[in-house]
């Protein structure tokens, strides 16, 4: 289909919630990706963290291909095989004792952990609990409880009444402020994903972790970006050395295939009925998912994950040195990265040009170009992609 029909055929017919860069892709490998006039990209976004595994991956079509010919869905009113063995794989690589509940997106993951907060505020405690702090600049997603979790009033605009009881705090320091008697959980993303790619302070989180505990508050981790080996382990929570009583995860989980987990080591809060899902959990989503943490699995065992991270982490430090005077900071945590961009004019000139020079870069925050790229993407692809932006740069 010519570009242009398809450009009319999605105004026409499709909601107009997305404001859409006008390019229209129609092959992918590894971490590049070419358009319908055949112009070739590196892709630095992975589709905002989901193609963990990078794009055309052989094995996890092999295993999609292997499941979808002979069950796809059967529900959860029967026993699925690769659905436990996933919830089990998970537990086991991150060494957290929880049990898991399968969703099919970020969103719907943590109206798990919400449904689980409130849950446990109503059976633990003299007074119903039920506030959840969240935090500025947050992200947890667009239904209309988990955006009322995000704690950014610009979002906040239409759709209300919202439910109650969320409460937000400025930072870390400021969650003890806002505990009251009522408060049964915070919910916090360790390093923000769209508000701007920021990394929380490890002794900060593990001081409030501390004094969560000793409240008998819930610490609730939303993990939905930055879980699945994004940060170089399973989930950030063990590179910050903390152990939540809930985590959320979805995004790179079965490498594109739509699926969404919240586990909890409050493994009996849920009794049948309490919670549910038509398809969370599924063969298909849970065979893929399987064999993204088996790839992933092995990609960190063999050091080159590890081996990874370092070289494209030199290569944004470098590429901030060298243009200090467009990019005042490189921050992140494994190969979630950010370049602080002096300006949000500099900014969309930046991303507009690494475009035409054919890499994708996604914006976070206000002043922010944000790298999520594919965890298994090569040196030679990374290579490419950076000799790409530094050709596009000097025309700033
Ligand atoms: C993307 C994201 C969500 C929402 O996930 P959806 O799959 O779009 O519902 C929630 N929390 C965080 C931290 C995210 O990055």
Do not use: W
Request: net charge negative.
């Amino acid at each position: 289909m010519e570009q242009q029909d398809l450009k009319q055929m999605d105004l026409d017919f499709v909601l107009h919630t997305y404001a859409r860069n006008d390019v229209h892709f129609v092959k992918g490998s590894g971490a590049r990706l070419y358009d319908s006039k055949g112009k070739e990209y590196i892709d630095f976004g992975s589709g905002i963290a989901v193609c963990s595994v990078g794009h055309g991956n052989a094995r996890l079509a092999e295993a999609i291909y292997k499941q979808a010919k002979n069950l796809i869905h059967t529900s959860n009113l029967y026993l699925i095989e690769p659905q436990a063995r996933l919830a089990k794989k998970i537990v086991e690589l991150s060494g957290y004792d929880m049990r898991v509940f399968f969703a099919n997106s970020g969103a719907e993951a943590n109206e798990g952990a919400l449904k689980i907060a409130r849950k446990f505020g109503e059976e633990n405690g003299e007074l119903k609990r039920y506030q959840i702090i969240t935090l500025d600049s947050s992200f947890h997603g667009r239904t209309i409880s988990t955006l009322k979790a995000t704690a950014q009033n610009k979002m906040h605009q239409y759709f209300g009444p919202f439910p109650d009881g969320f409460v937000y705090a400025k930072d870390l320091n400021d969650v003890p402020n806002k505990i009251s008697n009522v408060t049964c959980a915070v919910l916090l993303e360790l390093v923000q994903g769209e508000g701007g790619i920021t990394p929380f302070d490890k002794a900060e989180v593990q001081k409030l972790a501390k004094i969560l505990k000793e409240k008998n508050v819930l610490l609730m981790v939303d993990e939905v970006q930055t879980g699945i080996y994004r940060s170089g382990e399973l989930f950030a929570s063990q590179v910050y050395g903390i152990t939540p009583d809930v985590i959320t995860t979805a995004k790179g989980l079965a490498g594109g295939v739509p699926i969404g987990a919240v586990m909890t080591s409050l493994k009996d809060i849920f009794a049948p009925s309490d919670h549910g899902s038509t398809f969370g959990g599924n063969f298909l989503s849970t065979s893929a998912a399987l064999e993204v943490l088996e790839i992933l699995f092995e990609h960190k065992q063999s050091g080159e994950l590890d081996k990874t991270i370092t070289y494209f982490t030199q290569k944004l430090q470098d590429l901030q040195k060298h243009y200090a005077e467009i990019f005042t900071q490189e921050v992140g945590l494994g190969l979630m990265r950010g370049l602080r961009v002096r300006d949000l004019e500099t900014l969309t000139k930046f991303l507009n040009a690494t475009f035409e020079a054919g890499v994708l870069v996604l914006k976070s925050g206000k002043n922010t170009a944000r790298f999520l790229p594919s965890l298994t993407i090569t040196r030679e692809e990374i290579d490419e992609g950076f000799l790409r932006i530094e050709s596009c740069i000097a025309h700033l």
